[in-house]
């Protein structure tokens, strides 16, 4: 095992039959096989509105979120439709001296019971995307936000209520469009900002794959498991439905049978 290595690229030099190229910041490997687990930590996913260039407070993005502790006292602005910007809600309450909820769609309340059934549904719904080619959605897209008693409890304080989604962002606040503000009729309205927490989510760290070409038309990588429609060589852990803790697992598992399998035939 060698660690720390950052894989820059993947590439295919040596054909089609021969083995993958893997660069790093260290060394040059060449593979029959690459199991790739690169998750989504490290690319984290902020979206462009115009004027965010502008802000004069500060804009973090759930990755770089350790504590409400730092937001006490501010006026903050959750950016996000998925647990996480529920959790932070909920931390910041009493904490923060305001916060304010964006999103770009209503919330996906579900009361859907939260058990296995409901588990399989959300991984077979994730496949069938990735099956097709198509990019990977978020995370609540496919989940929804399971109704919890603490989270019925904030709807019915007003905490957990999206303002819907801001349209520009100024120096010391978000503009969002008319009619969306608290008062019926108002015209654009801006909510002050000091914090703007990005709880939009991540997207698959792939970057390094890209000399692989893998994507599809329809923009995703095709994939059935762990396998990899345009490559092979490649088995894909902890992508598309299996990007879940109990996923990552299974996957993992898989991919490194499936390479064990590999390895153990000749080499051509
Ligand atoms: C905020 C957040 C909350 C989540 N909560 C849950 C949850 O509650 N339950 C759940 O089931 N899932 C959750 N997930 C999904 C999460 O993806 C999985 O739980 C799990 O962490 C995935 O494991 P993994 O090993 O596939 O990827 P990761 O844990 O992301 O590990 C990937 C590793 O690859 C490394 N890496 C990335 N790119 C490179 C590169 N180019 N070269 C070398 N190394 C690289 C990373 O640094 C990291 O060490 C959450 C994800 C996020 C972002």
Redesign the pocket.
């Known amino acids: 095992m060698r660690r720390p290595?950052?894989?820059?690229a993947v590439t295919s030099d040596h054909g089609p039959d021969g083995p993958l190229t893997v660069r790093?910041d260290t060394a040059t490997y060449r593979a029959r096989v690459v199991i790739n687990?690169?998750?989504?930590?490290?690319r984290p996913y902020w979206p462009h509105i115009p004027g965010r260039e502008t802000f004069a407070g500060r804009q973090l993005h759930?990755?770089d979120f350790r504590s409400a502790d730092e937001l006490r006292g501010l006026d903050v602005v959750v950016v996000g439709g998925g647990?996480?910007a529920v959790q932070f809600l909920l931390q910041l309450d009493g904490v923060a001296a305001r916060t304010t909820w964006a999103t770009r769609r209503p919330p996906q309340w579900t009361d859907a019971p939260f058990d296995t059934e409901w588990g399989a549904d959300v991984e077979r719904r994730v496949r069938e995307r990735t099956l097709a080619g198509l990019p990977t959605l978020s995370?609540v897209a496919a989940t929804g936000l399971p109704l919890t008693q603490e989270y019925r409890r904030g709807i019915a304080s007003g905490l957990l209520v999206s303002r819907g989604m801001f349209t520009r962002i100024t120096p010391d606040g978000v503009v969002f469009p008319p009619g969306t503000g608290a008062s019926p009729g108002s015209t654009a309205e801006t909510v002050h900002a000091d914090v703007i927490l990005w709880a939009t989510?991540?997207r698959p760290?792939v970057?390094?794959l890209a000399p692989l070409h893998l994507h599809e038309p329809g923009g995703g990588i095709r994939t059935d498991g762990t396998l990899v429609a345009r490559e092979p060589r490649l088995l894909l852990?902890?992508?598309g439905a299996?990007?879940?803790?109990?996923?990552?697992t299974r996957?993992?598992r898989r991919a490194a049978r499936a390479a064990a399998r590999r390895v153990a035939k000749p080499a051509l």
């Not at 687990?37 to 490290?42: I, L, S, V």
């Open positions: 290595v950052r894989v820059d790093t687990a690169t998750g989504t930590w490290d759930t990755h647990t996480s995370v989510g991540f760290s970057d390094h852990a902890g992508y299996s990007a879940s803790t109990l996923g990552a996957a993992g």
